[in-house]
Protein backbone atom coordinates (compact mmCIF):
# COMPACT_ATOMS: atom_id res chain seq x y z
CA UNK A 1 0.00 0.00 0.00
CA UNK A 2 1.36 3.28 -0.66
CA UNK A 3 -0.23 7.07 1.07
CA UNK A 4 1.25 10.72 1.20
CA UNK A 5 0.75 10.81 5.00
CA UNK A 6 1.22 7.57 7.09
CA UNK A 7 0.03 8.02 10.30
CA UNK A 8 1.27 5.48 13.25
CA UNK A 9 -1.44 5.35 16.26
CA UNK A 10 -4.97 6.67 16.76
CA UNK A 11 -5.34 8.50 20.06
CA UNK A 12 -6.39 12.31 19.61
CA UNK A 13 -3.37 13.45 17.67
CA UNK A 14 -3.60 10.36 14.90
CA UNK A 15 -6.99 11.32 14.36
CA UNK A 16 -7.07 14.75 14.42
CA UNK A 17 -4.27 14.50 11.96
CA UNK A 18 -6.03 12.25 9.82
CA UNK A 19 -9.43 14.57 9.77
CA UNK A 20 -7.43 17.47 9.23
CA UNK A 21 -5.78 15.82 6.02
CA UNK A 22 -8.62 14.44 4.64
CA UNK A 23 -10.25 18.26 4.84
CA UNK A 24 -7.10 19.55 2.83
CA UNK A 25 -7.98 17.04 0.41
CA UNK A 26 -4.34 14.93 1.53
CA UNK A 27 -4.39 11.06 1.52
CA UNK A 28 -3.19 9.53 4.67
CA UNK A 29 -3.43 5.87 6.04
CA UNK A 30 -4.03 5.50 10.15
CA UNK A 31 -2.20 2.13 11.37
CA UNK A 32 -3.58 1.45 15.12
CA UNK A 33 -1.93 -1.41 17.41
CA UNK A 34 -5.36 -1.75 19.15
CA UNK A 35 -8.83 -2.48 18.93
CA UNK A 36 -11.61 0.26 18.32
CA UNK A 37 -13.04 -0.70 21.58
CA UNK A 38 -10.00 -0.44 23.65
CA UNK A 39 -9.26 3.25 22.40
CA UNK A 40 -13.09 4.28 22.82
CA UNK A 41 -12.95 2.65 26.22
CA UNK A 42 -9.36 4.44 27.43
CA UNK A 43 -10.36 7.02 30.09
CA UNK A 44 -8.03 10.17 30.06
CA UNK A 45 -7.93 13.94 31.05
CA UNK A 46 -10.71 15.54 29.86
CA UNK A 47 -10.05 19.86 29.71
CA UNK A 48 -9.69 21.41 26.33
CA UNK A 49 -8.23 24.57 25.69
CA UNK A 50 -9.52 27.70 23.84
CA UNK A 51 -7.68 26.73 20.55
CA UNK A 52 -8.54 23.34 20.57
CA UNK A 53 -12.12 23.89 20.82
CA UNK A 54 -11.62 25.88 17.95
CA UNK A 55 -9.80 23.89 16.08
CA UNK A 56 -12.08 20.74 16.49
CA UNK A 57 -15.28 22.94 15.56
CA UNK A 58 -13.09 23.98 12.65
CA UNK A 59 -12.41 20.13 11.21
CA UNK A 60 -15.94 19.94 11.44
CA UNK A 61 -15.78 17.40 15.04
CA UNK A 62 -17.45 19.73 17.66
CA UNK A 63 -21.07 19.29 17.22
CA UNK A 64 -21.12 16.43 20.23
CA UNK A 65 -18.83 18.63 22.24
CA UNK A 66 -20.85 21.59 21.47
CA UNK A 67 -24.11 19.73 22.64
CA UNK A 68 -22.70 17.74 25.80
CA UNK A 69 -19.17 19.52 26.77
CA UNK A 70 -19.15 21.51 29.42
CA UNK A 71 -17.76 25.59 28.78
CA UNK A 72 -15.78 26.42 32.08
CA UNK A 73 -14.87 30.30 32.98
CA UNK A 74 -12.43 29.50 36.07
CA UNK A 75 -10.97 27.22 38.21
CA UNK A 76 -10.87 26.86 41.91
CA UNK A 77 -7.43 26.62 44.46
CA UNK A 78 -7.87 25.34 47.76
CA UNK A 79 -5.33 25.75 50.02
CA UNK A 80 -5.32 26.49 54.07
CA UNK A 81 -9.28 25.88 53.96
CA UNK A 82 -9.37 28.66 51.95
CA UNK A 83 -10.64 28.85 47.91
CA UNK A 84 -9.62 31.17 45.74
CA UNK A 85 -11.49 31.17 42.18
CA UNK A 86 -9.33 32.31 38.99
CA UNK A 87 -11.91 33.82 36.80
CA UNK A 88 -10.30 32.89 32.80
CA UNK A 89 -12.38 35.35 30.85
CA UNK A 90 -11.61 38.08 33.16
CA UNK A 91 -8.12 37.67 33.22
CA UNK A 92 -7.49 36.51 29.59
CA UNK A 93 -9.47 39.14 27.50
CA UNK A 94 -12.30 36.02 27.12
CA UNK A 95 -10.76 32.94 27.04
CA UNK A 96 -12.18 29.88 28.69
CA UNK A 97 -11.63 25.84 28.65
CA UNK A 98 -14.47 23.18 27.88
CA UNK A 99 -14.56 20.12 29.82
CA UNK A 100 -15.59 17.04 27.36
CA UNK A 101 -13.41 13.79 28.06
CA UNK A 102 -10.31 12.75 25.46
CA UNK A 103 -12.41 9.32 25.04
CA UNK A 104 -14.94 11.27 23.53
CA UNK A 105 -13.36 13.16 21.26
CA UNK A 106 -11.50 10.28 20.29
CA UNK A 107 -14.97 8.77 19.55
CA UNK A 108 -15.94 11.52 17.66
CA UNK A 109 -13.20 11.33 15.56
CA UNK A 110 -13.25 7.56 14.77
CA UNK A 111 -16.90 7.60 13.87
CA UNK A 112 -15.99 10.60 11.46
CA UNK A 113 -12.99 8.91 10.07
CA UNK A 114 -14.36 5.74 8.96
CA UNK A 115 -18.02 7.32 7.67
CA UNK A 116 -15.94 9.55 5.05
CA UNK A 117 -12.28 9.27 5.92
CA UNK A 118 -9.02 7.53 4.57
CA UNK A 119 -8.53 4.18 5.86
CA UNK A 120 -8.08 3.52 9.47
CA UNK A 121 -7.14 0.52 10.38
CA UNK A 122 -7.03 -1.47 13.99
CA UNK A 123 -4.94 -4.32 15.39
CA UNK A 124 -2.32 -3.06 12.91
CA UNK A 125 0.68 -2.94 14.22
CA UNK A 126 3.50 -0.66 13.37
CA UNK A 127 6.93 -2.82 13.79
CA UNK A 128 9.13 -0.36 12.21
CA UNK A 129 9.45 2.87 10.61
CA UNK A 130 12.69 2.68 7.50
CA UNK A 131 14.02 4.52 5.03
CA UNK A 132 14.59 8.00 6.86
CA UNK A 133 18.60 7.58 5.68
CA UNK A 134 18.65 6.95 2.50
CA UNK A 135 18.35 10.95 1.49
CA UNK A 136 15.99 13.23 0.85
CA UNK A 137 14.82 11.48 -2.51
CA UNK A 138 13.98 8.03 -0.56
CA UNK A 139 10.33 7.49 0.43
CA UNK A 140 9.85 6.52 4.07
CA UNK A 141 8.04 2.95 4.93
CA UNK A 142 6.37 1.93 7.77
CA UNK A 143 6.45 -2.30 8.31
CA UNK A 144 3.10 -3.30 10.23
CA UNK A 145 1.58 -6.58 11.16
CA UNK A 146 -2.11 -6.86 10.23
CA UNK A 147 -4.90 -9.89 9.91
CA UNK A 148 -1.74 -12.18 10.58
CA UNK A 149 0.92 -10.41 7.87
CA UNK A 150 3.81 -8.20 7.34
CA UNK A 151 3.09 -5.45 5.18
CA UNK A 152 4.93 -1.95 3.97
CA UNK A 153 3.27 1.32 3.80
CA UNK A 154 5.00 3.35 1.24
CA UNK A 155 4.52 7.25 2.27
CA UNK A 156 6.15 10.69 1.60
CA UNK A 157 5.53 11.26 5.54
CA UNK A 158 5.59 9.18 8.23
CA UNK A 159 3.89 10.97 11.35
CA UNK A 160 4.56 9.04 14.85
CA UNK A 161 1.39 9.74 16.82
CA UNK A 162 1.85 6.26 18.56
CA UNK A 163 2.00 7.42 22.32
CA UNK A 164 5.09 7.27 24.96
CA UNK A 165 5.67 3.53 24.19
CA UNK A 166 5.63 3.47 20.18
CA UNK A 167 8.27 2.82 18.20
CA UNK A 168 8.54 5.88 16.04
CA UNK A 169 10.58 7.68 18.52
CA UNK A 170 13.10 4.74 17.99
CA UNK A 171 13.75 5.43 14.41
CA UNK A 172 15.39 8.33 15.10
CA UNK A 173 19.19 7.04 15.17
CA UNK A 174 20.91 7.95 19.07
CA UNK A 175 23.25 9.82 18.07
CA UNK A 176 20.70 12.56 16.86
CA UNK A 177 17.98 11.86 19.90
CA UNK A 178 18.09 14.14 23.06
CA UNK A 179 15.76 13.36 25.59
CA UNK A 180 14.76 15.77 29.25
CA UNK A 181 13.32 14.02 31.36
CA UNK A 182 12.36 14.29 35.53
CA UNK A 183 9.44 11.39 37.34
CA UNK A 184 7.99 12.59 40.49
CA UNK A 185 8.20 10.21 43.60
CA UNK A 186 4.27 10.34 43.27
CA UNK A 187 1.39 9.68 41.49
CA UNK A 188 -2.76 10.05 40.96
CA UNK A 189 -4.96 7.76 41.72
CA UNK A 190 -8.38 8.49 39.96
CA UNK A 191 -11.88 7.80 40.62
CA UNK A 192 -15.09 8.21 38.41
CA UNK A 193 -17.95 8.16 40.65
CA UNK A 194 -21.75 8.10 40.02
CA UNK A 195 -22.61 11.36 41.67
CA UNK A 196 -23.00 14.71 40.44
CA UNK A 197 -19.64 16.72 40.96
CA UNK A 198 -19.74 19.18 44.39
CA UNK A 199 -18.40 22.03 42.94
CA UNK A 200 -19.51 23.51 39.44
CA UNK A 201 -15.99 23.98 38.28
CA UNK A 202 -12.66 22.09 39.02
CA UNK A 203 -11.25 22.47 42.24
CA UNK A 204 -7.36 22.39 42.68
CA UNK A 205 -6.18 21.29 46.13
CA UNK A 206 -2.89 22.05 47.94
CA UNK A 207 -2.96 20.15 51.95
CA UNK A 208 -0.42 19.18 54.07
CA UNK A 209 -1.99 15.15 53.28
CA UNK A 210 -1.34 15.56 49.61
CA UNK A 211 -2.68 17.19 46.51
CA UNK A 212 -6.49 16.58 45.63
CA UNK A 213 -8.53 17.08 42.46
CA UNK A 214 -11.96 17.56 42.02
CA UNK A 215 -12.83 17.43 37.98
CA UNK A 216 -15.97 15.60 36.64
CA UNK A 217 -17.34 13.91 33.34
CA UNK A 218 -20.74 15.30 33.22
CA UNK A 219 -23.62 16.75 34.99
CA UNK A 220 -23.92 13.41 36.78
CA UNK A 221 -20.47 12.08 36.74
CA UNK A 222 -17.61 13.06 39.02
CA UNK A 223 -14.20 12.35 38.41
CA UNK A 224 -11.70 12.90 41.00
CA UNK A 225 -7.88 12.18 42.08
CA UNK A 226 -5.76 12.15 45.16
CA UNK A 227 -1.83 12.31 44.53
CA UNK A 228 -0.74 9.07 46.53
CA UNK A 229 3.17 7.38 46.76
CA UNK A 230 4.46 6.23 43.62
CA UNK A 231 4.18 2.96 42.94
CA UNK A 232 1.20 2.51 44.92
CA UNK A 233 -1.74 0.12 43.89
CA UNK A 234 -5.64 1.29 43.00
CA UNK A 235 -6.73 -1.36 44.97
CA UNK A 236 -4.95 -1.03 48.19
CA UNK A 237 -7.50 2.08 48.58
CA UNK A 238 -11.10 1.05 49.41
CA UNK A 239 -14.00 3.72 48.01
CA UNK A 240 -14.96 4.78 51.30
CA UNK A 241 -11.01 5.29 52.33
CA UNK A 242 -10.90 7.21 48.91
CA UNK A 243 -13.99 9.77 49.74
CA UNK A 244 -12.76 10.38 53.52
CA UNK A 245 -9.40 11.51 52.20
CA UNK A 246 -10.36 13.40 49.21
CA UNK A 247 -12.87 14.65 52.35
CA UNK A 248 -9.89 16.23 54.07
CA UNK A 249 -7.76 17.47 51.52
CA UNK A 250 -10.99 19.62 50.10
CA UNK A 251 -12.15 20.45 53.58
CA UNK A 252 -12.63 24.78 54.02
CA UNK A 253 -13.84 26.94 56.51
CA UNK A 254 -17.16 27.63 54.90
CA UNK A 255 -20.33 25.06 54.87
CA UNK A 256 -19.15 23.57 51.27
CA UNK A 257 -19.96 19.37 51.56
CA UNK A 258 -18.11 17.10 49.40
CA UNK A 259 -21.34 14.91 47.60
CA UNK A 260 -20.54 10.54 47.93
CA UNK A 261 -21.43 8.23 45.45
CA UNK A 262 -21.15 4.81 43.72
CA UNK A 263 -17.23 4.73 42.55
CA UNK A 264 -17.12 2.92 38.90
CA UNK A 265 -13.63 3.15 38.10
CA UNK A 266 -10.53 3.19 40.37
CA UNK A 267 -6.82 3.45 38.68
CA UNK A 268 -3.64 5.19 39.42
CA UNK A 269 -1.57 7.00 36.91
CA UNK A 270 2.08 7.78 37.17
CA UNK A 271 3.87 11.66 36.60
CA UNK A 272 6.77 12.26 34.60
CA UNK A 273 7.90 15.34 32.36
CA UNK A 274 9.55 14.16 29.10
CA UNK A 275 10.69 15.65 26.14
CA UNK A 276 12.16 14.43 23.33
CA UNK A 277 14.08 16.38 20.87
CA UNK A 278 14.38 17.20 17.53
CA UNK A 279 10.66 16.17 16.54
CA UNK A 280 11.36 15.81 13.26
CA UNK A 281 13.78 13.61 11.76
CA UNK A 282 14.10 13.65 7.91
CA UNK A 283 10.71 13.14 6.75
CA UNK A 284 9.62 11.06 9.97
CA UNK A 285 7.88 13.60 12.40
CA UNK A 286 6.91 12.92 16.20
CA UNK A 287 3.40 14.28 17.52
CA UNK A 288 2.16 14.35 20.78
CA UNK A 289 3.20 11.60 23.83
CA UNK A 290 5.83 10.21 21.15
CA UNK A 291 7.54 13.08 21.37
CA UNK A 292 7.07 14.44 24.89
CA UNK A 293 4.63 14.21 28.07
CA UNK A 294 3.72 16.23 31.04
CA UNK A 295 2.34 15.62 34.26
CA UNK A 296 -1.41 16.12 34.32
CA UNK A 297 -1.51 18.74 36.55
CA UNK A 298 -1.91 21.59 33.76
CA UNK A 299 -4.51 19.24 31.70
CA UNK A 300 -1.75 19.96 28.96
CA UNK A 301 -1.38 16.38 26.92
CA UNK A 302 -4.42 16.48 24.82
CA UNK A 303 -3.65 20.11 24.17
CA UNK A 304 0.09 19.63 23.04
CA UNK A 305 -1.01 16.89 20.80
CA UNK A 306 -3.64 18.78 19.21
CA UNK A 307 -0.93 21.61 18.59
CA UNK A 308 1.80 19.38 17.29
CA UNK A 309 -0.71 17.90 14.52
CA UNK A 310 -1.97 21.34 13.41
CA UNK A 311 1.30 22.74 12.69
CA UNK A 312 2.08 20.19 10.96
CA UNK A 313 -0.98 19.82 8.93
CA UNK A 314 -0.84 23.60 8.24
CA UNK A 315 3.25 22.86 7.36
CA UNK A 316 2.32 20.50 4.65
CA UNK A 317 -0.67 22.61 3.02
CA UNK A 318 1.73 25.40 2.90
CA UNK A 319 4.08 23.36 1.26
CA UNK A 320 1.23 22.05 -1.22
CA UNK A 321 0.29 25.16 -2.15
CA UNK A 322 3.63 27.32 -2.26
CA UNK A 323 6.02 24.55 -2.63
CA UNK A 324 8.26 25.64 0.19
CA UNK A 325 9.00 23.52 2.72
CA UNK A 326 10.48 26.16 5.44
CA UNK A 327 7.42 25.86 7.85
CA UNK A 328 7.75 21.90 7.70
CA UNK A 329 11.15 22.38 7.80
CA UNK A 330 10.76 24.56 11.21
CA UNK A 331 8.41 21.67 12.63
CA UNK A 332 10.52 20.60 15.43
CA UNK A 333 11.45 24.85 16.20
CA UNK A 334 8.05 25.40 16.56
CA UNK A 335 6.70 22.76 18.22
CA UNK A 336 9.13 22.95 20.57
CA UNK A 337 8.83 26.36 21.52
CA UNK A 338 5.06 25.51 22.96
CA UNK A 339 6.15 22.22 24.15
CA UNK A 340 8.50 23.85 26.69
CA UNK A 341 5.78 26.33 27.39
CA UNK A 342 3.58 23.18 28.53
CA UNK A 343 6.30 21.76 30.39
CA UNK A 344 6.87 24.56 32.37
CA UNK A 345 3.41 24.82 33.18
CA UNK A 346 2.64 21.68 34.15
CA UNK A 347 6.06 21.46 36.10
CA UNK A 348 4.84 24.69 37.93
CA UNK A 349 1.46 23.63 38.93
CA UNK A 350 2.84 19.56 40.00
CA UNK A 351 4.99 22.04 42.35
CA UNK A 352 2.94 24.47 43.68
CA UNK A 353 0.29 21.56 44.69
CA UNK A 354 2.05 18.42 45.64
CA UNK A 355 3.91 17.73 49.22
CA UNK A 356 6.54 15.24 47.97
CA UNK A 357 7.52 12.98 50.68
CA UNK A 358 11.06 14.79 51.23
CA UNK A 359 9.10 18.13 51.41
CA UNK A 360 10.15 20.36 54.74
CA UNK A 361 8.64 23.00 56.14
CA UNK A 362 10.50 25.34 54.25
CA UNK A 363 8.87 23.84 50.76
CA UNK A 364 5.31 24.04 52.42
CA UNK A 365 6.20 27.46 53.64
CA UNK A 366 7.21 28.43 49.77
CA UNK A 367 3.76 26.72 48.30
CA UNK A 368 2.25 28.93 50.39
CA UNK A 369 3.87 32.14 49.66
CA UNK A 370 3.39 31.18 46.04
CA UNK A 371 -0.58 30.24 46.57
CA UNK A 372 -0.83 33.88 48.26
CA UNK A 373 0.85 35.37 45.42
CA UNK A 374 -1.56 34.16 42.37
CA UNK A 375 -4.40 34.84 44.87
CA UNK A 376 -3.13 38.57 45.52
CA UNK A 377 -1.45 39.78 42.35
CA UNK A 378 -3.49 40.08 39.36
CA UNK A 379 -0.29 39.91 36.76
CA UNK A 380 0.75 36.36 38.79
CA UNK A 381 -3.06 34.86 38.66
CA UNK A 382 -3.16 36.18 34.68
CA UNK A 383 0.29 34.20 34.17
CA UNK A 384 -1.55 31.38 35.32
CA UNK A 385 -4.71 31.79 33.71
CA UNK A 386 -3.14 32.55 30.15
CA UNK A 387 -1.31 29.48 30.98
CA UNK A 388 -4.37 27.13 31.64
CA UNK A 389 -6.50 28.31 28.67
CA UNK A 390 -3.67 27.68 26.35
CA UNK A 391 -1.22 30.00 23.93
CA UNK A 392 -2.07 30.56 20.42
CA UNK A 393 -1.85 27.70 17.81
CA UNK A 394 1.32 28.30 15.06
N1 LIG B 1 1.52 0.66 16.04
C1 LIG B 1 0.30 1.25 15.94
N2 LIG B 1 -0.26 1.96 16.94
C2 LIG B 1 0.43 2.11 18.09
C3 LIG B 1 1.71 1.53 18.26
C4 LIG B 1 2.25 0.78 17.19
N3 LIG B 1 3.46 0.20 17.28
N4 LIG B 1 2.15 1.84 19.51
C5 LIG B 1 1.18 2.57 20.08
N5 LIG B 1 0.13 2.74 19.24
C6 LIG B 1 -1.13 3.47 19.47
C7 LIG B 1 -1.72 3.28 20.86
O1 LIG B 1 -2.48 2.09 20.96
C8 LIG B 1 -2.58 4.53 20.99
O2 LIG B 1 -3.90 4.32 20.52
O3 LIG B 1 -0.87 4.84 19.41
C9 LIG B 1 -1.89 5.54 20.09
C10 LIG B 1 -1.27 6.67 20.89
O4 LIG B 1 -2.31 7.43 21.46
P1 LIG B 1 -2.14 8.26 22.80
O5 LIG B 1 -1.36 7.50 23.79
O6 LIG B 1 -3.53 8.70 23.19
O7 LIG B 1 -1.25 9.52 22.38
P2 LIG B 1 -1.60 10.87 21.62
O8 LIG B 1 -2.53 10.66 20.48
O9 LIG B 1 -0.28 11.53 21.41
O10 LIG B 1 -2.45 11.71 22.66
C11 LIG B 1 -1.90 12.38 23.71
O11 LIG B 1 -2.97 11.06 25.37
O12 LIG B 1 -1.69 10.12 27.10
C12 LIG B 1 -2.61 11.08 26.75
O13 LIG B 1 -2.29 12.83 28.26
C13 LIG B 1 -2.04 12.40 26.97
O14 LIG B 1 -3.94 13.53 26.49
C14 LIG B 1 -2.72 13.18 25.94
C15 LIG B 1 -2.92 12.34 24.80
C1 LIG C 1 -9.64 15.23 34.46
O1 LIG C 1 -10.83 15.58 34.59
O2 LIG C 1 -9.35 14.07 34.16
C2 LIG C 1 -8.55 16.22 34.68
C3 LIG C 1 -8.87 17.55 34.84
C4 LIG C 1 -7.88 18.47 35.07
C5 LIG C 1 -6.56 18.06 35.14
C6 LIG C 1 -6.23 16.72 34.96
C7 LIG C 1 -7.23 15.80 34.74
O3 LIG C 1 -5.60 18.98 35.40
Redesign the pocket.
Known sequence: MRTTVGI???????LLLARLLHEAGIDAVV????DRAY?ER?Q??GILEQGTVDVLRAAGAGARMDREGLPHDGIELRFDRRRHRVDFPALTGGKSVMVYA?TEVCKDLIALQLADGGPLLFE????AVEGLEEGESERPRIR?RHEGREEVLDCDYVVG???????SRKAVPQGVSRTYERTYPFGWLGILADVPPSHDELVYARHDRGFALLSMRSPTVTRAYLQVPEGTDAHDWSDTEVWDELDRRLETDDAWKLERGPVTAKSVTPMRSYVHEPMRHGRLFL????AHIVP?TGAK??NL?VGDVVTFARALIHRRETGEAARLDAYSATCLRRVWQAERFSYAMTTLLHRGPDATPFDDRIQLARLDRITTSRAAETDLATAYTGFPLD
Open positions: IGAGPAGLESRVRRAQAEALYCDGFWGVAGDAPGLA
